[in-house]
T-cell receptor
Framework: GDSVTQMEGPVTLSEEAFLTINCTYTATGYPSLFWYVQYPGEGLQLLLKATKADDKGSNKGFEATYRKETTSFHLEKGSVQVSDSAVYFCALVSSGSARQLTFGSGTQLTVLP | DAGVIQSPRHEVTEMGQEVTLRCKPISGHNSLFWYRQTMMRGLELLIYFNNNVPIDDSGMPEDRFSAKMPNASFSTLKIQPSEPRDSAVYFC????????????FGEGSRLTVL
C-alpha cells in the first residue's frame, strides 16, 4: 500500500538557517504530493503541493520538488523564521479511485531567535 | 469563505459519559474525513464519507465509536461510553472528490476524558 516516510524530529534551528525536511514515498501510479503545516493549537493547512513529476510546489518561501526517480518530495526553505515553528506533514494521494490522503508521521520544527 | 467548522473546540468529560463531536464541511465538498491526533500515535484516519455515505471505517478503534453524516452539511462523531484513552484532538476535514485530493481541516476538538 501507499506510505510516506519523513525524517524524524524534532528539528531545532536558529533563525535564518537553511531548512531541509526529507520525505520519501511509496505509491502505485503517479501520486499527488503535499506538504501540510500545523501551527500550535490549530488544524493542518496545506503549505504546498505538486501533482506530477518534476513539478515544484512553493509557498511562503518553502519549496519542494516532485522527484519520481528518487520517490522524494523534500521540503526546503532558505532562511527560516521563528514564526515557521510548527509541525510539518508530508502526504500523498494516489492516482487510484480512493483519493485518500496518506500522511507521514510529522516533523516538529522549532526555530530559535 | 467559511472553512470547516468543528464544535466543541474543547470538551472535558468523565469516563463513561457520551461525547458527541460535530462538523460542518465546506459547502460544495462531497468528501468528509474524521481524524484523531495523539502524541503517541500521530494522525490517524478514523472514517471517511463520500456523498454522505461511509466508505471506509476501518480506522474506527472499536464499537464505542460511531459516525454519521445525515446530510451534506453536517457530520457527527460519537463516543459512547468514553474512556481516558480516547483523550485526543479530533479533526474533521473535507475535500472535493475528483479534485487533487487536497484536504481542508477544521481547527479540531480537544477531548479530555477524566
Amino acid at each position: 500500500g501507499d506510505s510516506v516516510t519523513q525524517m524524524e524530529g524534532p528539528v531545532t534551528l536558529s533563525e535564518e538557517a537553511f531548512l531541509t525536511i526529507n520525505c520519501t514515498y511509496t505509491a502505485t501510479g503517479y501520486p499527488s504530493l503535499f506538504w501540510y503545516v500545523q501551527y500550535p493549537g490549530e488544524g493542518l493547512q496545506l503549505l504546498l503541493k505538486a501533482t506530477k513529476a518534476d513539478d515544484k510546489g512553493s509557498n511562503k518561501g518553502f519549496e519542494a520538488t516532485y522527484r519520481k526517480e528518487t520517490t522524494s518530495f523534500h521540503l526546503e526553505k532558505g532562511s527560516v523564521q521563528v514564526s515557521d515553528s510548527a509541525v510539518y506533514f508530508c502526504a500523498l494521494v494516489s492516482s487510484g479511485s480512493a483519493r485518500q490522503l496518506t500522511f507521514g508521521s510529522g516533523t516538529q520544527l522549532t526555530v530559535l531567535p | 469563505d467559511a472553512g470547516v467548522i468543528q464544535s466543541p473546540r474543547h470538551e472535558v468529560t468523565e469516563m463513561g459519559q457520551e461525547v458527541t463531536l460535530r462538523c460542518k464541511p465546506i459547502s460544495g465538498h462531497n468528501s468528509l474525513f474524521w481524524y484523531r491526533q495523539t502524541m503517541m500515535r500521530g494522525l490517524e484516519l478514523l472514517i471517511y464519507f463520500n456523498n454522505n455515505v461511509p466508505i471506509d471505517d476501518s480506522g474506527m478503534p472499536e464499537d464505542r465509536f460511531s459516525a454519521k453524516m445525515p446530510n451534506a452539511s453536517f457530520s457527527t462523531l460519537k463516543i459512547q461510553p468514553s474512556e481516558p484513552r480516547d483523550s485526543a484532538v479530533y479533526f474533521c476535514a473535507s475535500s472535493l472528490a475528483g479534485g487533487t485530493g487536497e484536504l481542508f481541516f477544521g481547527e479540531g476538538s480537544r477531548l479530555t476524558v477524566l
